[in-house]
């Protein structure tokens, strides 16, 4: 199982980034997915997840209407894009998947190594 998060980096408050997390077809194949965070200091939390099939989404209140999440089977890869970036988005980003196709906002199995984005203000 693996599952490779890219595209953090340091941006401004207010900027966008697209995250990206290539995984195995077998990773991803009929598996909801899911992206989390942790800001320093911090647990771990919920920021957006998928159905397999693309149909179903669920955001966090803190990122919902500023974050968007995708995926392309085609491709076994998932997105966040992230815009209107405020510093408290800055966190470790990780996009993980579930056993199973239902989106949930948690119960993951498979996690992938994070990616870091830092928003300065």
């Known amino acids: 199982v693996q599952l490779q998060a890219s595209g953090g980096g340091l941006v401004q408050a207010g900027d966008s980034l697209r995250l990206s997390c290539a995984g195995s077809?077998?990773?991803?194949?009929?598996?909801?997915m899911g992206w989390f965070r942790q800001a320093p200091g911090k647990e771990r939390e919920f920021v957006a997840a998928?159905?397999?099939?693309?149909?179903?989404?669920y955001y966090s209140d803190s990122v919902k209407g500023r974050f968007t999440i995708s995926r392309d089977n085609a491709k076994n890869t998932l997105y966040l894009q992230m815009n209107n970036l405020r510093p408290e988005d800055t966190a470790v980003y990780y996009c993980?998947?579930?056993?199973?196709?239902?989106?949930?906002?948690?119960?993951?199995?498979?996690w992938g190594q994070g990616t870091l984005v830092t928003v300065s203000s």
């Open positions: 993980a998947a579930r056993s199973g196709s239902i989106a949930a906002k948690n119960d993951y199995r498979y």
């Open positions: 077809k077998r990773t991803l194949s009929n598996n909801a």
């Open positions: 998928i159905s397999y099939r693309g149909e179903t989404t």
